[in-house]
């Protein structure tokens, strides 16, 4: 089945520094990539949608300058939480939908635990 | 705005009984429906997905139902087992959005199955 990855599976930064997390879909292309923020006990909050070779797509509310999302490649997104603190420690998830398939499926990834110091 | 609603937050059952989660939605100009099972600190796993034109969807002892009219899903769980026990959530897609892929994702049921 379509299997996505999330590298790293968790990080420990300090305030003020750059994290990059990549997204990868192993074994099939995705045209569309979603980024996800999930804080403790809480649903899922969409934060981007992630096009190959074009500009991400923000949701209201997320600061695109904070949060870079690159997707260089029809298998690999990458989100870059920058001059990260405190409140950006969270749960990040991401997913990626299958190119060309009728039912539209997204496939997620395990998911970034960040901890900012 | 779509919002999308899961009741109850959290359910503690005891092995073996059936049970049913439920997932309402404001808007029924939906594409289709998915419930996803996320155990701690994962990610998620699909388990059903239902589109807009059918009326539910089985596998195993997992069974979930759509009700476009009403703006309701049911998430019913035969036979529950300890390895059931995980936050369950479900998500709708718009339809007709110029970002069709959007998933607007309820706030999840933890269920506790006690051995």
């Known amino acids: 089945g379509a299997v996505v990855s999330q590298h790293p599976s968790r990080v420990i930064c300090k305030s003020g520094t750059s994290v990059k997390i990549e997204c990868r879909s192993l074994?099939?292309?995705?045209?569309?990539m979603f980024w996800y923020r999930q804080f403790p006990k809480k649903s899922l909050m969409l934060m981007a949608t992630?096009?190959?070779?074009?500009?991400?797509?923000?949701e209201q509310g997320v600061e695109k300058d904070k949060f870079l999302i690159n997707h260089a490649s029809l298998t690999l997104s990458t989100l870059t939480v920058t001059s990260a603190h405190p409140e950006d420690s969270s749960f990040y998830i991401c997913?990626?939908?299958?190119?060309?398939?009728?039912?539209?499926?997204?496939?997620f990834g395990p998911g970034t635990r960040l901890t900012v110091l | 705005k779509q919002e999308v609603t899961q009741i109850p937050a959290a359910l503690s059952v005891p092995e073996g009984e059936n049970l049913v989660l439920n997932c309402s939605f404001t808007?029924?100009?939906?594409?289709?429906l998915q419930w996803f099972r996320q155990d701690p600190g994962k990610g998620l796993t699909s388990l059903l997905l239902?589109?807009?034109?059918?009326r539910e969807q089985t596998s195993g002892r997992l069974n979930a139902s759509l009700d476009k009219s009403s703006g309701r899903s049911t998430l019913y769980i035969a036979a529950s087992q300890p390895g059931d026990s995980a936050t369950y959530l479900c998500?709708?897609?718009?339809?007709?959005?110029?970002?069709?892929?959007?998933?607007?994702f309820g706030q999840g049921t933890t269920l506790q199955v006690k051995p």
């Open positions: 074994d099939f292309q995705a045209t569309t």
């Open positions: 992630s096009n190959e070779g074009s500009k991400a797509t923000y």
């Open positions: 808007d029924s100009a939906i594409y289709n």
């Open positions: 998500a709708v897609r718009r339809r007709g959005s110029s970002n069709t892929g959007k998933l607007i």
């Open positions: 997913s990626a939908e299958l190119a060309g398939v009728a039912s539209d499926t997204q496939y």
């Open positions: 239902i589109q807009s034109s059918q």
